[in-house]
Every structure is written in structure tokens, then in C-alpha cells.
């Protein structure tokens, strides 16, 4: 994982079954899911025919982070200066639900930690004093990339790329 490996997500992947697989996402609440994707070994690394929303996988690393079980991702509309006092007020109610062992879900955490390390593909995307998992991702000829990570606080999904699908400019 530290390194990127494609083929450890699609033998894992096969292993399972893409219905296994699937059953995950669904429980999670993907929306963009497709028919065509329950029978796409490419999903495995990201390969889905509609792409995934940033908050829907936002959400799915939070699940792993809060011991296999999802919350709703909830939007956050206003945040006060703290000189006035926080005040962060969400948007939706949260709904639990159990995807994975706790057990694997530390698993997981622990091998991804080790992506925001020196030797890893996030190497510096760590906060310092936190401890930090997370993974990265890009799609053939540079057209975007991505980084899916988390402390025990917050959790995160950015998305680089250009919403035509042309690759991005590389200086």
C-alpha cells in the first residue's frame, strides 16, 4: 500500500468477489455506482464507469478510521471565528452502520500509515504530533490524482484533476 502496488487491491479484489466488494459500497451509500461496475475488475483501483463523489469517499476512510462503521459524511456550513466562540452547525443527521471488523479496519490503518511515512507515495502529508493513514492514487497519463487520508480526528478526500478529462499540465 506504502508503495502503490495496484495489484494487491485487484487480487484482494478477486479474491472477495465483486459482489463482496460491492456490498461494502452499497452499505456505504455510493451513489454513482453502476451496473457496469459490479463486473469491472478495475474498480478495484478506482475504475468505476461514473467516477465516486470526494465526500462519499471521504466518508468510506472515516469508516476504517472509526472501527469499520460509517457514519453519513455530514456537510459543514458555517464554522465562527473563535474569537466569538465555535459554533459548527451540520447539515444531516448521522446514520451508523457496520461495514467492516474492527479488527481489519486496524489492520488497514495500520498498513496505510505507513503511506504518509518517509518511504511512502504521501510521504509528507502526515501532521505532525497525529497519527496519520492514508492513500494515493493517479490515473494513466497524469489525467488526475488523489489523496484519501485521516487522523483520529478528521478525515479527508482531495481530487486533483480538470473536470474535462484532459490530463493535467505537468511543469
Known amino acids: ?8 487491491a485487484y487480487n484482494t479484489l478477486q ?11 452499497e452499505k456505504m451509500r455510493f451513489s454513482s455506482l453502476s451496473y457496469l461496475d459490479k463486473n469491472n475488475s478495475a474498480s478495484a483501483i478506482g475504475g468505476f464507469t461514473n467516477g465516486v463523489k470526494n465526500y462519499e469517499l471521504a466518508g468510506a476512510y472515516a469508516a476504517i478510521e472509526n472501527d469499520g462503521v460509517w457514519r453519513e459524511p455530514t456537510c459543514v456550513k458555517e464554522i465562527k471565528s473563535i474569537l466569538y466562540g465555535i459554533d459548527i452547525k451540520d447539515t444531516v ?3 451508523n452502520v457496520t461495514v467492516y471488523k474492527s479488527s481489519s479496519a486496524y489492520m488497514l490503518t495500520s498498513c496505510m500509515e505507513d503511506v504518509v511515512k518517509a518511504g511512502g507515495t504521501g510521504k509528507g502529508l502526515a501532521v505532525k504530533g497525529q497519527e496519520c493513514a492514508g492513500k494515493t492514487g493517479t490515473t494513466n497519463n497524469l489525467k ?12 479527508l478526500a482531495v ?13
Do not use: E, Q
Not at 1 to 8: E, G, L, R, W
Not at 159 to 171: A, E, R
Open 1 to 8: 500500500i506504502a508503495d502503490s502496488v495496484n495489484t494487491v
Open 15 to 25: 479474491d472477495i468477489g465483486l459482489d463482496t466488494g460491492f456490498s461494502y459500497m
Open 93 to 95: 443527521k448521522s446514520r
Open 144 to 155: 488526475d490524482g488523489w489523496f484519501c487520508g485521516y487522523t483520529p480526528y478528521y478525515t
Open 159 to 171: 481530487w486533483v484533476g480538470n473536470d474535462d478529462g484532459k490530463p493535467l499540465v505537468h511543469n
